[in-house]
């Protein structure tokens, strides 16, 4: 059974974001195997670090290995994505190996993004997609689900999707399903 490793790019107690995974996993049901990266540990990237990494990166670096797919669900903050998913991503784009970048656990990864957020198509979607590309990753770009959030989600705290939310949402799954095997 495929494996796949889901990441928040939030960790607000009512983040749209996790709400948004949590209905991704639940698409995904008994289709494939998930889990939630917790990277609230891991350090601001600093070379004078990086060999040997700390503890918490080569955590991260397994769990990205071992899976087959990695899910990035996450929120914009000014037209992109928030610095802590950035710092996740810059640790797992550096090479293992001192001197040698193709030793980057990012390399090959199958990746996708999703998104709860105004404007994300626009935002923070191809910038993530970009950053995916960029560090050597798999990226199936599209389809995505960009939700936007409405007014009812603002003033309740809980995500509120749309028919073609759902429809969205299972249409990328679908997708990445089939991506990754």
Known sequence: MSKILMIVGSDRKHSFNAQLAREIVKEIGDRAETEFLDFSNIPFINQDEEFPAPESVEEARKAFKEADGVWLVTPQYNASYPGRVKN???????????????????????????????????????????????????????PIAAVPLSAESWQTDTLVLSDADREAIAGQVSAFLDFIR
């Open 88 to 142: 996740l991503l810059d640790w797992i784009s550096r090479g293992t190996e001192k001197g040698v970048r193709e030793s980057a656990i990012s390399y090959g990864v199958k990746f996708t993004v999703s998104s709860a957020a105004d404007g994300a198509r626009e935002g923070v979607l191809p910038k993530a997609v970009e950053l995916g590309k960029f560090t050597g990753m798999d990226v199936m770009d599209e």
